[in-house]
């Protein structure tokens, strides 16, 4: 069967590399199948991109928010009619479930709709001057050209999220999928172009992040940079991008703790530590990666949760019977088997998981069990770095101050959770946790649209998406003063 070739689509058409030149994305389930080829973009194709964009600026920023928020509705319903199809090539690429990718898909038809709401709202301020006959206001305008870098984990709703606030503020965009979910992008540029988006101001164009990446973070015309990946890749925009003083917003790494004390629901707890370590193969920047369990109740919770990993099914993430998949690629399964061989050097008890599946069926693909380490101390690697895999960290703690202590001594700052029917302890913990967003008595990967979504300290930088914030990133504030 004949390989699709998928094509860059730059200024309304889709058009090849003037490389020449393409590279394959194999399934994860199956990575002797090729699912296509694209477009191994050169610094000529993404300038060209900018240029388009930067061309297609002024008539974008001129034109109505009412009329630009229709033809993002028009996106959004091709979203909706067309969502069995975008998950179906979600899990292709990326390994998740179908009913995790169809997730994906709503969560992203759910920011997109807000977003567009925000956009009819870009909100500025009338205040009373200081001075007689002087009428003094603010107002938002967009930036101009903005890069959209996004990660293969959430390939379909991170661009949503990035994308809608940008085009709705007036901005024009030059998206760059990952090239493990290349053919992710290219759909959800399709949906604009279904749309009759006006021609320039959404390009996308694929390639590699030392070509392609480094152009759209460089190039001066780009006005704001909005990337969501590695925290090492987001330090190096970051340095960068101060060279020509452009805006960032980096949604990075995260080593993201479950605390659950004694009086906690424990069948709430393990549920929830469960779903948020090893749905999506435990790739997501929200999963619990660390659970910090108070001494009493530690053996029990650690008993259940390891017999739940085991009981979860493996398998391709289009078998209905499938409760996690593979992890996306020979690259990633390959960092996270480092990280549990060095989790056994330094001392951890494994105690369940622990190897990838290589026989029959899954011999194909790059399948890790889910895997649980008891036994883990705080300052082991496993418990330290993001791991971004199905591996889940258990430490035992004495007391509250020692689980606050343990939760915040990393270097992320992203999400956290903890389980306790204990109304002052809960509310100590929301007060303590040095994250972008905590939870209690739910999983630590729970966002909703209406809020910002960010991290800090190594996990985040700039503004964070969604929210009110969301547009925000993506506008000037300008102050007028008028004497009459």
Known sequence: MATNIYKNFIDGAWVSSNSGETFEQRNPAKLNRITGRFQRSTIADTENAIACAQAAYPGWKATPPVERAAILRRALEAMVRRKDEIAAVITEENGKTLPEAAGEVQAAILEMDFQIGEGLRLY??????????????????????????????????????????????????????????????????????EAGLPKGVLNCVTGSGNTVGETLVTDPRIKAITFTGSTGVGKGIAQKAARNLTRTQLEMGGKNPTVILEDADLDAAVDAVLKAAFACSGQWCTSTSRAIVASDIADVFTQRIVEKAKGLRLGPGTDSATQMGPVCGQAQL???????????????????????????????????????????????????????????????????????????????????????????????????????????????????????????????????????????????????????
């Open 334 to 484: 390959n960092t996270i088997m480092g990280y549990i061989e060095k989790g056994k050097r330094e001392g951890a008890t494994l105690l369940c998981g622990g190897n990838r599946l290589e026989e029959g069926d899954y011999a194909e693909g790059t399948y890790i069990l889910p895997t649980v380490f008891g036994n883990v101390r705080p300052e082991m690697t496993i418990a330290q770095e993001e791991i971004f895999g199905p591996v889940l960290s258990v430490i035992t703690v004495e007391d509250f101050d020692e689980a606050i202590a343990v939760a915040n001594g990393v270097s992320f700052g992203l999400s956290s959770a903890i389980f306790t029917q204990d109304i002052s302890a809960a509310m100590r913990f929301v007060e303590a946790s040095e994250v972008g967003l905590t939870h209690v008595n739910t999983l630590s990967a729970l966002k909703e649209p209406q809020l910002e979504f960010g991290g800090i300290k190594e996990s985040g930088f700039g503004l964070p998406e969604a929210g009110r914030s969301g547009i925000e990133f993506f506008t000037e504030h300008k102050v007028a003063y008028i004497k009459y």
């Open 124 to 193: 500025g301020q009338t205040v009373p001057s200081l001075q007689p006959g002087m009428h003094a206001y603010s107002v938002r305008e967009p930036l101009g050209v903005v890069s959209v870098i996004c990660p293969w984990n959430f390939p379909f709703n991170v661009p949503g999220r990035k994308c809608t606030p940008a085009l709705m503020a007036g901005n024009t965009c030059v998206l760059k999928p990952a090239n493990l979910t290349p053919h992710t992008g290219i759909l959800f540029t399709e949906l604009f172009e």
